[in-house]
């Protein structure tokens, strides 16, 4: 240990370092580097970080709690973020001041980060300056690099409310309370500000900066991938009928299926358990003869959630994941007609949305695939699909119905006797941070699981030889499919095309944007202690936060400051869950073992359900833009406004339509089609040369909400 002298002069020189050569002006505004709290100085900041060598970045993030009596909500989330292993991917920057700031003079050149040790440089958008606290908040204006540590910069080309300079903030760094690692963190500090930053940047017109290591994105994920790749499972099951009968069936015999949802835990008076309806299997004849056998089947896959829905977290670098428990997921597989080709049917896993299930939107697509001489299998996401006491039920022309196990993952979390149709996505509290993470993590395993069960040889029809092509497995997913398709085509190495439709993130991002969804962000702020809806009314808060190339805006909404914390929280919490940070590893940067993907990303002008921003957000992280198809539909709904106004299924919308709204869906699943049957060698216009499709997407990812009123 060194000796109260020793160590008093190191601090003294630590801060000499610091501290640009400027003559220091008495009441002059200069940023704030009180180096005690999280809100004294720019943040984030490795300060509020431990050691830690299980982890890529050799850390993990080490918040204070603040009262918990009074702000238990704040602790619980301060819980979650504890178990992290570095700061937000695409972080909301806060640089607190001594007094008031001209806004308009904030920019990337006089703020901006610089990643170490290459020194490339991202700027900021999004500037909000909130004058009750002197804070200003800037977010990073490009996703970040996982687990990689940035120097954070803030220069004097900054000017106050008069116009004046602003004077350097780390002249005031006080010596007492610092710990070896405090000690250690100005040193590399200083380090990083003498050598990384960038050319006609200098030392002198630097007014306060920071260290900060995002976090590991992907990494619990491709741990699991190790763990399923080196599984040999037993072969999935087709025999899910009464006393073990095969549950395959040709189309051409089966005259209707019933699914029967279960939607309580048990009946009451008002309420029945079971909610009955016809599946679309019409659908399946959009194309006539293309469809040849429905089969339902079933296999095992490992369970990473605990039953608070929770992936426990490990070291991300030395961590080994434990697996908590078993799910028997069963999946729906639509077969072309006509003979196999030899190896088997090519396969396109199905991802279906948020609140929907296996056993509604895959019928709408399957047609299109057998057409091209493509399987479609797809399972139910984690808490959907209703209770696992739901049946289906194949009424056929050539014998006696047949009755089933709907294969249901929604469960009642909150004990009030009914079961949601996502319920049990969700992490439960006092996880409540976690949001649909780890859900959505958990859907990612069960496809790579079937990946596997797809590897090892599907045996459908009981010949004995596997009746799909392992070697020809892609996927295509809607919304919370293209969501969580996203990650499974970043970390699955064997499916090598893939087409997200209306992705989007993060989720608190689509939630906060969108219509469909704002209330229950409202629900979530009122269901805080204490809660922070700050306007009266149902469904009423303004979180005030500007979509991006806006101009700086001046936060004067009493209440704004918290909601936009826990946005930035929540956010923060799920990167490792959102599809913008696994949108590099699609193409540009791979992670190891895993091929670049071809793909096609298709979205709608003006979807109301994930807003365009929060596509545009994968667009930009993945360097997409050559890949992606646009569906226009602000022509055309101006064209025809038989054309719903909200086009975010536009991929599936062919019921209780006008003809043209069935076109454009026929059209965009051909694309997909075509685009599977070719290997990913053809891309075609769903409309080519008409006006409704751009592929690609013409000029930039679009920004604005663009709604149609």
């Not at 049946?391 to 009755?403: E, F, H, I, K, M």
Request: with cysteine; aromatic share 6%.
């Amino acid at each position: 240990m060194p000796s109260p002298l020793r160590r008093s002069l190191l601090l003294a020189l630590l801060t000499l370092f610091l501290v640009p050569s400027l003559a220091h002006a008495a009441g002059a505004v200069r940023p704030t580097f009180d180096l005690t709290t999280p809100s004294g100085a720019p943040f984030p900041s490795d300060l509020f970080t431990d050691p830690d060598p299980s982890q890529l970045t050799g850390r993990q993030v080490d918040l204070p709690k603040p009262n918990c009596a009074v702000r238990p909500s704040d602790c619980a989330d301060v819980d979650v973020l504890n178990e992290l292993d570095g700061f937000n991917l695409q972080p909301r920057i806060s640089i607190p001041f001594t007094g008031e700031i001209d806004p308009s003079s904030v920019s990337s050149a006089n703020v901006f980060l610089v990643r170490l040790p290459d020194g490339a440089v991202t700027g900021i958008n999004q500037i909000i300056w909130e004058p009750e606290t002197d804070t200003l908040h800037v977010e990073s204006d490009q996703l970040l690099d996982q687990h990689t540590r940035y120097l954070l910069v803030i220069t004097n080309g900054i000017r106050d409310a008069e116009g004046s300079q602003i004077i350097s903030g780390m002249r005031r760094v006080q010596p007492f309370g610092f710990s070896f690692f405090n000690r250690r963190y100005l040193a590399e500090l200083n380090e990083a500000l003498a050598n990384s930053l960038p050319s006609g940047v200098s030392r002198g017109t630097v007014v306060a900066a920071s260290l900060f290591t995002t976090l590991s994105a992907t990494a619990l994920l491709e741990q699991v991938r190790t763990q399923v790749k080196a599984s040999t499972p037993a072969a999935a099951s087709f025999l899910l009928g009464p006393g073990g009968s095969r549950t395959v069936f040709s189309l051409a015999d089966v005259t209707s299926i019933v699914f029967n949802r279960q939607v309580r835990t048990a009946a009451t008076p008002t309420a029945p358990a079971f909610s009955p309806s016809a599946l679309p299997t019409p659908a399946l004849s959009l194309y006539a003869g293309s469809v040849g056998t429905i089969a339902f089947g079933a296999f095992s896959s490992p369970d990473y959630e605990t039953p608070a829905k929770v992936i426990p977290a490990v070291g991300s670098k030395t961590g080994v994941p434990t697996v908590q428990g078993v799910n028997r997921v069963q999946f729906n597989l639509f077969l072309p007609t006509g003979t196999a080709p030899a190896g088997g049917w090519p396969v396109a896993i199905f991802g279906h949305g948020f609140g929907d299930n296996m056993h509604s939107s895959p019928y709408v697509v399957a047609s299109s695939m057998a057409r091209r001489g493509i399987a479609t299998i797809a399972i139910n996401v984690v808490g959907h699909g209703g209770g696992e006491l739901g049946t289906l039920t194949v009424s056929r022309a050539g014998g006696a119905p047949v009755t089933l196990s709907a294969g249901g993952r929604g469960i009642d979390q909150d004990a009030n006797g009914a079961i949601d149709s996502t319920e049990g996505v969700n992490a439960a509290p006092p996880k409540t941070l976690v949001g649909s993470r780890d859900g959505l993590r958990q859907t990612v395993i069960d496809l790579m699981q079937l990946v596997r069960e797809i590897e090892v040889g599907m045996d459908v029809d009981g010949n004995g030889t596997s009746d799909l092509d392992a070697a020809r497995i892609s996927y295509f997913g809607q919304s919370f499919g293209g969501i969580y398709g996203t990650k499974f085509l970043a970390i699955e190495p064997n499916v090598r095309l893939g087409v997200p439709n209306v992705p989007g993130g993060a989720i608190i991002e689509i939630v906060r944007l969108s219509p469909i969804f704002r209330p229950l962000l409202w629900l979530g702020l009122v269901g805080r202690t204490p809660q922070l809806a700050n306007l009266p009314g149902l469904f009423a808060f303004d979180e005030n936060i500007p979509l991006r190339n806006q101009p700086p805006l001046v936060n004067t909404v009493p209440g704004s400051g918290p909601i936009q914390e826990l946005i930035e929280n929540t956010e923060w919490a799920s990167q490792s869950g959102n599809p913008v940070a696994y949108a590099p590893h699609l193409r540009k940067a791979p992670l190891a073992g895993v091929p670049q993907k071809s793909i096609i990303l298709q979205f709608a002008r003006g979807d109301q359900t994930v807003p365009n921003p929060t596509t545009s957000a994968i667009i930009r992280a993945g360097d997409l833009q050559g890949q992606t198809t646009l569906f226009r539909n602000d022509l055309a709904y101006a064209a025809n406004p038989a054309f719903p106004k909200n086009p975010h299924t536009f991929l599936t919308r062919i019921a209780g339509v006008a003809p043209p709204v069935i076109q454009v869906a026929l059209a965009a699943q051909e694309q997909i089609a075509l685009f599977f049957a070719s290997r990913g060698t053809i891309v075609i216009d769903p409309d080519g040369p008409g006006p409704l499709f751009e592929t690609p997407m013409v000029g930039p990812p679009p920004e604005d909400l663009a709604y149609i009123p």
